[in-house]
């Protein structure tokens, strides 16, 4: 009789081993399958330098708002309805490359800022913040504007508001 509750136990103790084994090798593949998924992720995503062109402030108020310029002429028509100082003789090529632009009333002593740029496989994320928020009282509006190379994939701006 003790030998049969002692193979009972032996068999309960491999039974537990295996299932133990059998655990820990599907886990080491979900574990394997999610760190290669994360780098085929990141071979994807590759980061394009944020080119400034203009940052600033500008007495008026305009609604706040996202531009993606891709000639020369909505460049032009842009700097002159924003009334953005310096920049009437500004010229992009414009086969090569396009003009991102960000607009939001502030007052003179915030800024907005796009930060990273990051170029997906269908589409560039640009990430907008305010790195500097003022405390002024007059309002008018804050600009960035850069220049990226040219894409036809779809432009997704994301805003990142922090409440510091």
């Known amino acids: 009789m003790k030998n049969i509750i002692k193979t009972k136990h032996h068999i309960s103790v491999r039974v537990t081993s295996i299932v133990a084994i059998v655990i820990i090798a599907v886990c080491s593949a ?45 460049l032009d028509d842009f700097i002159e309805a924003f009334e953005i100082p310096n920049l009437s003789q500004l010229k992009i090529n414009f086969d090569t490359d396009m003009v991102i632009a960000v607009v939001e009333s502030n007052n003179s002593s915030s800024t907005i800022d796009i930060t990273k740029i990051t170029e997906l496989k269908d589409k560039i994320e640009i990430r907008v913040e305010n790195l500097r928020k003022g405390m002024t009282a007059d309002i008018g509006s804050i600009y960035h504007i850069v220049k990226i190379p040219k894409t036809d994939k779809t432009i997704v701006f994301m805003k990142i508001t922090s409440y510091n």
Do not use: D, H, M
Not at 50 to 64: E, F
């Open 30 to 74: 979900w574990a394997i399958q999610g760190c290669e998924k994360k780098e085929k992720e990141q071979e994807q995503t590759k980061n394009i330098p944020v080119n400034s062109i203009a940052q600033g402030y500008i007495s008026k108020v305009y609604r706040s708002n996202n531009f993606v310029l891709k000639s020369q002429q909505s």
